[in-house]
């Protein structure tokens, strides 16, 4: 099993930054994959980022060329880097670790509120 938990969220200005953290611990090497998502009130949950094992990353369109999703593999950990931050990022952000068919393990999530 994996766990995961997430840090790094806040209250920020518009055009702020932030950089998420998401801790991995228990059978870490099953996991195919790591991504970010987010869910703004009575919104569905988005995928973010996501990064696989490989290291190539994938987006959603509305925060390409503002986030980027990292890892540092001695630490078990993944990172979101939050530029040139909008209203509309606000939401509770949730990592997922992707263990293929062993399942998904989830993060109890992390806020991210930027003012305007």
């Known amino acids: 099993q994996v766990q995961v938990v997430e840090s790094g969220g806040g209250l920020v200005q518009a055009g702020g930054s932030l950089r998420l953290s998401c801790a991995a611990s228990?059978?870490?090497?099953?996991?195919?994959?790591m991504g970010w998502y987010r869910q703004a009130p009575g919104k569905q949950r988005e995928m973010v980022a996501i990064?696989?094992?490989?290291?190539?990353?994938n987006y959603a369109d509305s925060v390409k060329g503002r986030f980027t999703i990292s890892r540092d593999n001695a630490l078990n950990t993944v990172y979101l880097q939050m530029n040139s931050l909008k209203p509309e990022d606000t939401a509770a952000y949730y990592c997922k670790a992707d263990r293929g068919f062993l399942g998904d393990s989830w993060g109890q999530g992390t806020q991210v509120t930027v003012s305007s």
């Open positions: 228990g059978s870490i090497f099953s996991i195919k994959s």
């Open positions: 990064i696989a094992s490989g290291g190539s990353t």
